[in-house]
Antibody
Framework: EVQLVQSGAEVKKPGESLKISCKGSGYSFTSYWIGWVRQMPGKGLEWMGIIYPGDSDTRYSPSFQGQVTISADKSISTAYLQWSSLKASDTAMYYCARAPTLGYYYGMDVWGQGTTVTVSS | QSALTQPASVSGSPGQSITISCTGT?????????VSWYQQHPGKAPKLMIY???NRPSGVSNRFSGSKSGNTASLTISGLQAEDEADYYCSSYTSSSTSVVFGGGTKLTVL
């Protein structure tokens, strides 16, 4: 079964760092893009960025460039989303999802279950 | 970058058809056939319903169809069923930032 399994919920304080993960299984991890999508409480989906684990090619939305870091470790089929200094406004659900090698804009067909990040003092 | 424009809500009765629009610019929806549509039920992860404007992934009902005219893409759901009640999001490649942008989302209510 093709699946993406994300790390568990996180509760952090402003200024702290955080790295959440997304592990792929049931398919060739290096042959698909892995993207990250934010959904703030009660709001819509926001495309954050995407990485191709095969060669680490990474693209960011202008809204998130410099705010987060996307990485991947193909040896363990895992992608990451990282913050160096969290803000309260980072409180949201974060989804990872895969897109085909053809192009990261072809649509994301498999999604993780989501990771809730809560940032509060 | 600006999100694509979708109506906040649409509604229809069981058995009817509804259409959700997604308006962008020539830099995104109008310039490329890379429009996707997602369905999201409350508390669940999104599900891909349409890709490349009008293609359905395996397993998606043929009651769902997509199209595009100019800078506006559309998702049509025919034979509405109670289970179709959900939020729907469009997305498109955008050349202005070589990234992807989502629409604001549309809440579909089945009356």
């Amino acid at each position: 079964e093709v699946q993406l399994v994300q790390s568990g919920a996180e509760v952090k304080k402003p200024g702290e760092s955080l790295k959440i993960s997304c592990k792929g299984s049931g398919y060739s991890f290096t042959s698909y893009w892995i993207g990250w999508v934010r959904q703030m409480p009660g709001k819509g989906l926001e495309w954050m960025g995407i990485i191709y684990p095969g060669d680490s090619d990474t693209r960011y939305s202008p809204s998130f460039q410099g705010q987060v870091t996307i990485s991947a470790d193909k040896s363990i089929s895992t992608a990451y989303l990282q913050w160096s200094s969290l803000k309260a406004s980072d409180t949201a659900m974060y989804y990872c999802a895969r897109a085909p090698t053809l192009g990261y804009y072809y649509g994301m067909d498999v999604w993780g279950q989501g990771t809730t990040v809560t940032v509060s003092s | 970058q600006s999100a694509l424009t979708q109506p906040a809500s649409v509604s229809g009765s069981p058995g009817q058809s509804i259409t959700i629009s997604c308006t962008g610019t020539s830099s995104d929806v109008g310039g490329y056939n890379y429009v996707s549509w997602y369905q999201q039920h409350p508390g669940k992860a999104p599900k891909l319903m349409i890709y490349e404007v009008s293609n359905r992934p395996s397993g998606v009902s043929n009651r769902f169809s997509g199209s595009k005219s100019g800078n506006t893409a559309s998702l049509t759901i025919s034979g509405l069923q109670a289970e179709d009640e959900a939020d729907y999001y469009c997305s498109s490649y955008t050349s202005s930032s070589t990234s992807v942008v989502f629409g604001g989302g549309t809440k579909l209510t089945v009356l």
